[in-house]
């Protein structure tokens, strides 16, 4: 038997290419995107930690078109990222594009939990399936501040007894690409929207697993443009047979998608993200 003849190297692409939107864009259906007007979510703790989010910081610049984007170092609790070294070093410079470029890559945070969606004010079809949903700085130090209060508590994250979320997603005035989450609010509803634990624990997504690192090397390479001192690592001798790979890089696109919502805050507190860099290089 030829394994050739009834499997197809090609064909397996071909299949995998099949959740490539337009401009080669993977969507992950698995993330949730925040329309716009009211919704409604329940935030969910995950089985893989007890933390119900996982904070992913990302570097990301739009080379004329190209969206760049990498995983920060810092992700997996390393210092040594070389695109924050140089985005400060950039930031503390005299000659202003060199500073707005170093600003432009700095490290920005986001925020990924498990959510089951209540109503989704643009596709219903979403209403009862967990998603994961990404929030910036703003949300979710609103996630926090409840989750810190008397009158919330852990109910933040309780799907039975808890209280929904509902996030109300308005574009601001002064800029339209910023949208506006300060109504955004916890609202406690007496009649159960998750019956029971054990109807939603096995649909939970491992939130871990959806972030891949990137060796420091790549990360250079990708952002190349900025101008690393150090010399780049020597290429290793290609290997006599290589074998294509059928490429799934789907956690990586999905989170460069869904970074594109970045709101306002995570704008205004730039540089708060420099002072976490400052902090991060002087413990080197
Ligand atoms: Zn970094």
């Not at 491992?206 to 060796?215: M, P, V």
């Not at 780049?232 to 490429?247: G, I, L, Y």
């Not at 306002?264 to 002072?275: A, P």
């Amino acid at each position: 038997m030829d394994i050739n003849s009834l499997v197809s190297r090609e064909d397996i692409q071909k299949e995998v290419d099949k959740n490539k939107k337009g401009g080669g864009e993977m969507v992950d259906s698995r993330f949730w995107r925040i329309p716009d007007g009211k919704s409604a979510i329940r935030l969910l703790p995950r089985l893989e930690s007890r933390v119900p989010w996982r904070t992913v910081y990302s570097h990301r610049y739009n080379k004329s078109g190209e969206k760049l984007f990498g995983t920060c170092l810092a992700t997996f609790n390393k210092k040594d990222c070389p695109v924050c070294k140089k985005s400060w070093k950039m930031w503390e410079s005299e000659d202003k594009s060199t500073k707005d470029l170093g600003y432009q890559v700095r490290k920005t945070p986001r925020y990924i939990m498990n959510c089951y969606v209540v109503s989704d004010a643009e596709k219903p079809e979403n209403n009862g399936t967990i998603k994961i949903l990404s929030v910036g700085k703003k949300l979710f130090e609103l996630i926090l501040e409840n989750y810190n209060s008397e009158d919330v508590g852990p109910a933040v994250f309780d799907a039975t007894n808890g209280f929904d979320f509902e996030i109300n997603r308005k574009k601001s005035g002064d800029n339209p690409d910023y949208p506006d989450y300060s109504s955004s609010r916890f609202t406690h509803k007496k009649y159960g929207v998750v019956k029971t634990w054990s109807a939603i624990e096995d649909k939970l997504i491992n939130i871990d697993e959806l972030t891949k690192e990137e060796s420091a090397e790549d990360l250079m390479k990708k952002f190349s443009f900025l101008g690393f001192d150090a010399p780049m690592t020597t290429p290793k001798a290609e290997p006599k047979k290589t074998v294509e790979k059928v490429q799934v890089k789907k956690e990586e696109i999905v989170i460069d998608e869904i970074e594109d919502d970045v709101d306002k805050e995570d704008v205004d507190k730039g540089l708060d993200d420099f002072k976490d860099i400052e902090d991060e290089l002087d413990a080197l």
